[in-house]
């Protein structure tokens, strides 16, 4: 983590969201999944990849930012009041700013689905999507399920809805890597 340890970063250690290798090695390696932050030169195309990943309750996601600043933020109503896709027995997150070279670590227990975007490329569709262990949990619901319930919180925005991965296509294939070429 450059050595440097962000505000956030020591908060969330405290709380066990963020595992580090610094803090003692308490991850193995084959535990932990890594996800690029990624962007083209001119940052018109922008994405997490993989976007799509299937895990086992208790292991670690590592983002890293390859270009670009971007955040992984967990949708809840504790990130400026965004609609719940997230399990509701888990820890919501957000990361700070990262800038490229820069890392964010977050530990997943509870079953579930897990979406999650980045803060300033969300409207374009900077977006993924976890399931560990069975897809279950708000993130399986429709979009706008909590209207019903009477819930004000932020709708996700139509790119984003369109950029997440089928839930199935998770299940069935694992992983699913992103199609944007980030090579331009």
């Known amino acids: 983590m450059n050595g440097m340890f962000t505000r956030r970063a020591v908060i969330a250690a405290s709380s066990g969201l963020l595992l580090s290798p610094l803090l003692g090695g308490l991850s193995d390696a084959a535990e932990v999944v890594e996800i690029r932050m990624k962007s083209d030169v001119t940052g018109g195309a922008v994405g997490f990849d993989p976007i799509g990943v299937l895990l086992q309750p208790g292991q670690t996601v590592r983002w890293i930012c390859d270009a670009n600043v971007h955040t992984t933020t967990a949708y809840s109503p504790k990130n400026n009041n965004h609609s719940l896709r997230i399990p509701k027995e888990a820890q919501s997150w957000a990361s700070d700013f990262l800038l490229p070279g820069e890392q964010f670590e977050v530990n997943l227990t509870v079953e579930g689905v ?60 694992k992983v699913v890597y992103s199609t944007l070429n980030f090579s331009k």
Not at 143 to 151: A, I, L, Q, S
């Open 114 to 173: 897990y979406d999650y975007y980045c803060a300033p490329h969300e409207m374009a569709g900077m977006v993924g999507r976890l399931i560990v262990g069975h897809p279950s949990g708000p993130g399986a619901l429709p979009f706008d399920y909590f209207k019903v319930e009477g819930k004000n919180w932020q709708l996700v925005p139509p790119a984003a809805q369109k950029a997440f991965p089928a839930i199935d296509e998770i299940v069935r294939r």
